[in-house]
């Protein structure tokens, strides 16, 4: 007879199981939980024997996996109200960058701040994601771009998955933009990083991949793959943003590395999604920043389903062209603006996601052996999380970590 810890019954749930049809649906089902992983889950007629040392009736919730949101940038300094206000009034995104703004208008108040003042101004970022689902949350660098503050924003994610219970997956983006002390010079700011910054990170431990963004105002795909390599000599996996404004060959490009993702994608080719779905790296949309940025290009959908590429959605929170702390809020508008079906959003933003991050053998899908990150909604069906947005469909998080 099997003991367990917790055990779950008088539930709906979705496993989102890949090789299970649509959601993975199990109507008046159970699960079991032992010593933090899913130890039994399936029709409660089913149920095996076994003793569980507590035991919870659900009367008909839902249970999903805990979401994933596998691209943010959500340690900074500062605020960019100012230039959300001049997009609206008709400068590009690009103007603003080459004026000075954008993003190193937040490297200078990230590089101003303490750790501390860092760690405190994130953590209601996170606290948000974790009231609406999240139990995994990955947080990119790249708004220090010099040695000493990126180790620093680096730290500051660690920390805030210490204090939490949260899964942080942490991501080294050195190569986010051009500091000013190497304008005009990039191909010195990649030996910076490739030199002194990565085999720091590296011996640390402080990151579990890097990244990168492949732009006409950030870095060309040559110093990328210098970048690349480098971070593959220290066994750490890379991902890129890439196409986001115009197609410079950089979904080809994170195909080539094997990368973990390519994010945004809105002007990737034909033979760009080809090149994705044929290493596997998981397509990851953006839609806040489509939105903020009034873009009118989408990501090729049609082209990445028909290719069989995994596609995941992510909120990309971070001060300048996404500002939202809410997967969910991506969800909604990957659905309205990418024409994402409710079964893609939400397999986005956990089983595809857990890919994302190379985590998908222990999280995304509830199934025996998986970690019991769970979510737990008051819903009527798991297409509602897509539906509805601004609602209190969360019953309660369940984290691995905290049983």
Known sequence: ??????????????????????????????????????????????LPSGAAATVRSLSGQWLTPALIDCHTHLVFAGS????????????????????GGGILSTVRATR?????????????????????????????????????????MLEVARRLGESTNMTVRSTLLAAHTVPPEYSGNADGYIDLICEELLPVVAERGLADAVDAYCESIAFSAPQIARLFRKAGELRLPVKLHADQLSDGGGAELAAYFDALSAD????????????????????????????????????????????????????????GTAPFCSLRTAMLLASRLFRMTPLECL??????????????????????????????????????????????????LLLADSM
């Open 1 to 46: 007879m099997a003991n367990w810890d917790l055990l779950l019954t008088d539930a709906n749930i979705a496993t989102l199981a890949a090789d299970a049809p649509k959601y993975g649906e199990i109507v008046d089902g159970a699960m079991a939980i032992a010593d933090g992983s899913i130890a039994w889950v399936g029709p409660q007629s089913e």
């Open 347 to 396: 397999a986005g933003s956990t089983r595809e996601a857990a890919r994302a991050l190379g985590l998908s053998a222990n999280r995304g899908t509830l199934e025996v052996g998986k970690r019991a990150d769970i979510a737990i909604w008051d819903i009527d069906h798991p297409r509602d999380l897509t539906y509805w947005t601004g609602t209190p469909q969360l019953s309660e």
């Open 264 to 319: 945004h994608l809105e002007y990737t080719s034909a033979s760009g999604v080809k090149a994705l779905a044929k290493s596997g790296a998981v397509a990851v949309l953006l839609p806040g920043a489509y939105l903020s940025l009034a873009e009118t290009q989408p990501p090729p959908i049609e082209a990445l389903r028909d290719n069989g590429a995994p596609i995941a959605v992510a909120s990309d929170c971070n001060p």
């Open 80 to 99: 960019r109200a100012d230039e959300f206000e001049q997009r609206l009034e008709g400068v590009s995104y690009e103007q603003i960058a080459e004026a």
């Open 112 to 152: 101003a701040a303490t750790a501390e003042e860092l760690f405190e101004a994130a953590m209601p970022r996170v606290q948000a994601l974790l009231a609406e689902g999240v139990a995994t949350v990955e947080i990119k660098s790249g708004y220090g771009l010099d040695v000493e503050n990126e180790l620093k």
